[in-house]
Nanobody, 125 residues
Framework: QVQLVESGGGSVQAGGSLRLSCVVS????????LAWFRQATGKEREGVAA???????SYTDSVKGRFTISKDNAKKTLYLQMNSLKSEDTAMYYC???????????????????WGQGTQVTVSS
């Protein structure tokens, strides 16, 4: 079964923290690059962070030093720890699985085939 289920979103004040979780079906977890994307109202979907099978990671510049992507192999769960949140981080956050091409930034949503339903993050200033 192919499934990604996010949780952990919510409302927080600027400067606060949230941790998003995504339970991933074993088929996807063991074979695909996993990533977090976000989409703010009226904006394009944006790659936030990605992690490949060997645990290499990639982050978009706006979250470097604030967000950390990780995964728990035993729980087949992907995480996004978000610290020092800003109002511009407000968006629907999605986890995704895909096979980005060689040389890719791993953060292009066109390269991801499987998506969760999303979890809303709202940061108030």
């Amino acid at each position: 079964q192919v499934q990604l289920v996010e949780s952990g979103g919510g409302s927080v004040q600027a400067g606060g923290s949230l941790r998003l979780s995504c339970v991933v079906s074993a088929y996807l977890y063991n074979r695909y690059t996993l990533a977090w994307f976000r989409q703010a109202t009226g904006k394009e979907r944006e790659g936030v962070a990605a992690i490949v099978i060997d645990d290499s990671t990639s982050y978009t510049d706006s979250v470097k030093g604030r967000f950390t992507i990780s995964k728990d192999n035993a729980k087949k769960t992907l995480y996004l720890q978000m610290n020092s949140l800003k109002s511009e981080d407000t968006a629907m956050y999605y986890c995704a699985a895909g096979w980005p091409s060689f040389g890719s930034t791993w953060l292009d949503h066109h390269e991801y085939n499987y998506w969760g339903q999303g979890t809303q993050v709202t940061v108030s200033s």
